[in-house]
């Protein structure tokens, strides 16, 4: 068994776990901030048999676009931005995904 810890753009959120709830996928959707932009973005817990993990890669780098993210307004004042990020455009995803080996899983 895999966990799969998949970083994804609020943006494409929804959308990807629909499709991955769709396809009878089990997840858990954590609310995150990317330590270097400080901006929110989604993290997806999902539990799955080795056999499925292509499935729900697949499916989260299709629904997860690259984004430029731009940090030259004044949006980024108070922000607490990391030194490297002001005044830049930032490239951000698609996604960042993890794969875990999991010894197993038992529910109560
Ligand atoms: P952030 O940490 O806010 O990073 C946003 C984007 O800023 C990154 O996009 C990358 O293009 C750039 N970036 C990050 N750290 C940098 C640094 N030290 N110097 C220069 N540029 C930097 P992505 O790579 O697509 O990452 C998107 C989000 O995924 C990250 O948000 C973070 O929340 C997560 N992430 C990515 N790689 C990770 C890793 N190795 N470990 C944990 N989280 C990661």
């Known amino acids: 068994m895999k966990l ?3 970083i ?3 943006d494409d959120s929804a959308v990807v776990a629909s499709a991955l709830t769709k396809e009878n996928f ?3 959707k954590l609310s995150t901030t990317g330590g270097f932009l400080m901006v929110g ?3 997806f817990l999902i539990g799955t048999e080795d056999e499925r993990v292509s499935e ?3 499916i989260i780098k299709k629904y997860s676009k690259t984004r430029t993210h731009s940090t030259q ?3 980024s004042l108070g922000r607490g931005f990391a030194d490297g990020a002001l005044g830049n455009d930032v490239t951000v995803g698609g996604a960042t995904v993890f794969l875990v080996n999991v010894e197993g899983m038992e529910k109560y």
Request: glycine share 0%.
């Open 73 to 75: 307004t004044t949006d």
């Open 4 to 6: 799969l810890i998949a």
């Open 26 to 28: 089990t997840v858990t």
């Open 56 to 58: 729900a890669k697949e």
């Open 41 to 43: 973005n989604t993290t």
């Open 8 to 10: 994804v753009n609020n």
